[in-house]
């Protein structure tokens, strides 16, 4: 079983390789986010895209059910998973890519164009979460109890105290905002061909969906809903499939040594 | 000031020309659907032929017979969304075109299904947008719109047409067709492979009800979001989709 390690990072992931440009999948569910958790999205990008593209997802650091483990570094959450994420496309040897993420994805996207932006050439932020004036503690409290209480059971190490801390420096203060991870002025300058496929649970507002896309100059939007019936779904992923298409780099990937030369 | 012409026909178009894959816009406005008609802002959300001109090669004209327009031809009392189907496929012809994609406002839907119909090998792509279609609510709105908002004028203005003719030229096009997209099949639809994009409205003559039924059964079909026209940044994110979708069909 693949594993990418760095320090003391460990992460499971799957690559269906190829020849196909890489697609980076980010599995939702919160900080408990897995591959194996893809079987439960509306599509499974690892089936859907196989095909077409080099699709590669991980198990997020430390998610529940998972196999992906590494240090719970609170000082700076977003980044530590963005750091596994940009580490283990090096580690693969992947230079440009195109990343699609699922609910937890939509932050994880934003945070990957303004740490990497230029290795990102489109993203696919699906039913993406954001933050919701009217439910301003859903977040942090959902992953208090959803994903800290069974964390800490099996890392003696990990408190309580450093979960919250953890989640508050993720979710709350000067983060608990927009899509959390990135300013307006930073989606406003954004350049790379985004397409949302909005939600509107409480932990995915649709306002927040529509306010990225409005704002990112190259930013296109589904129908919504698009989950409601296979047939909207599959209206949706034609949209998705075209997307990539078009944006799909015309030479293949080039490796990093390659890419640095 | 360029003419097609064939036999009594003399259809008005304009050409941006170039090296780009042919785009045919079809305008909207019913049967008095005029080039005029994608270049106000009050009546298109969005100019395609601005839009695209410097990717593609867009065609747009005048609807025959169309009031405020330069296009003119007979009145085929017998074959109502055929002559103007014809007129677009001679247009092509006469330009050198053989395979293009097809953009078209409000009636622009059923003679895109038209033109899928007939020269379905010709059309690479197609978007309808806003499209027509039947509304089982309201049987007689098409007839009755064209009666009084087309005929009138046209046969002031043309003393071989009589209201008679028209009569029987609309009951032949909406009355008789009162179904669906007025021009093809429900079975139609479902066997078209060619990819088609369509961006929904919901006024009285663009039934969003039917242009969702297409969507369904049209097995390559892609939906923009809805609504699409009721700000500025809607029509720019409905437009991008647009040209994603061109960009992936056109051939290389």
């Not at chain 1, 790379?192 to 649970?201: A, K, S």
């Not at chain 2, 330009?95 to 409000?106: D, R, T, V």
């Amino acid at each position: 079983m693949p594993f990418y390690e760095k320090g003391e990072t460990r992460l499971y992931h799957e690559d269906t390789g190829g020849s196909g440009f890489p697609l980076l999948v980010i599995p939702g569910g919160g900080l408990n986010s897995t591959v194996e958790g893809l079987k439960t999205h509306p599509f499974n990008p690892l089936v859907e895209f196989k095909d077409e593209f080099r699709v590669i997802a991980a198990d997020l650091r430390n998610a529940k059910g998972g196999q992906s483990t590494g240090p719970l570094e609170t000082d700076r959450p977003w980044d530590a998973y963005t750091d596994d994420h940009i580490g283990l496309m090096d580690h693969l040897g992947i230079r440009h890519f195109m990343v699609l993420g699922f609910c937890i994805g939509g932050p994880f996207i934003w945070n990957l164009l303004k740490r990497a932006g230029d290795r990102v050439v489109a993203a696919v932020p699906v039913q993406p979460s954001g933050y919701r004036h009217e439910m301003p503690e859903l977040s942090y409290k959902n992953n208090m109890k959803g994903w800290g209480a069974e964390l800490c059971e099996r890392r003696p190490e990990i408190t309580m105290a450093m979960v919250d801390k953890f989640l508050s420096n993720m979710y709350r203060g000067e983060r608990a905002d927009f899509v959390y991870t990135v300013s307006r002025d930073f989606v406003r300058q954004c350049r790379t061909p985004i397409l949302i496929l909005p939600d509107d649970v409480p932990g995915h507002p649709y306002v927040v969906a529509l306010e990225s896309a409005y704002l990112a100059p190259n930013a296109q939007v589904t129908l919504y809903p698009w989950k409601m019936n296979p047939s909207q779904l599959q209206l949706a992923l034609r949209h998705v499939r075209g997307f990539l298409k078009n944006n799909r780099p015309a030479v293949a990937a080039q490796p990093l040594a390659a890419a640095a030369q | 000031m360029p003419f097609y012409e064939k036999g009594d026909v003399r259809i008005y178009y304009e050409d941006t020309g170039g090296s780009g894959f042919p785009l045919l816009v079809i305008p909207g406005g019913g049967l008095n659907a005029t080039i005029a008609y994608t270049r106000n802002t009050a009546t298109a959300p969005f100019d395609a032929t601005a839009e695209f001109k410097n990717e593609y090669r867009c065609i747009a004209f005048d609807l025959r017979n169309a009031n405020g327009g330069q296009s003119s031809g007979p009145l085929e009392i017998d074959r109502p969304w055929d002559s103007y189907t014809d007129d677009m496929l001679g247009l092509l012809d006469h330009l050198g075109i053989s395979e293009f994609m097809a953009l078209g406002y409000c009636i622009g839907g059923p003679f895109i299904w038209n033109l899928l119909q007939r020269a379905g090998r010709r059309v690479v792509a197609a978007v309808p947008t806003q499209p027509s279609g039947f509304r089982p609510t309201m049987p007689t709105l098409f007839y009755d719109n064209n009666i009084k908002g087309w005929a009138p004028a046209l046969c002031e203005r043309r003393p071989d047409i009589t209201m008679a003719m028209c009569d029987a030229f609309l009951k032949n096009m909406y009355t008789k067709r009162a179904d669906f997209v007025f021009t093809v099949s429900r079975d139609f639809v479902r066997d078209c492979q060619t990819p088609v994009l369509v961006l929904p409205d919901d006024v009285p003559a663009h039934p969003y009800a039917t242009a969702m039924e297409s969507v369904y059964l049209a097995p390559n079909a892609q939906v923009s979001l809805y609504p699409w026209k009721d700000n500025p940044e809607k029509v720019r994110l409905a437009v991008r989709h647009v040209r994603t979708f061109l960009k992936a069909n056109r051939p290389n």
